[in-house]
């Protein structure tokens, strides 16, 4: 027995190595994969929150009828990112909507 395994030592070695290397191939794979499933989650989460956030601000600053210039820019930031995020085109009619309103003005800005 002794000598069978000093035989084959090598054999063994490498078969135990390549089990281990299999199992833990399988657990990063897993991982990999809910990792994934769990950005495409939250990445779609985040698409509809921008776009009900932006959906808002047009329905609002329409209705308002003008919008003031700090909420444009945080308006084309989000559009930005919600582009960037794989939006689709139909809020870019809304955007641009809102740029057709007249910017509001602080009665600060006024005197």
Do not use: C
């Amino acid at each position: 027995m002794r000598d069978y395994v000093i035989k084959f030592w090598f054999e063994w070695l490498f078969g135990i190595l390549l089990a281990v290397l299999g199992l833990a191939y399988r657990h990063v794979t897993q991982r990999v994969k809910k990792t994934s499933t769990e950005n495409a989650a939250l990445r779609d989460g985040m698409i509809v929150l921008l776009r009900d956030r932006l959906v808002q601000a047009h329905n609002y600053y329409t209705e308002k009828g003008s919008w003031p210039l700090h909420s444009r820019d945080s308006v084309e930031a989000m559009y930005l990112q919600y582009m960037t995020l794989g939006g689709n085109g139909t809020i870019a009619r809304l955007i641009t909507k809102l740029h057709d309103l007249p910017i509001e003005t602080r009665k600060e800005e006024i005197k």
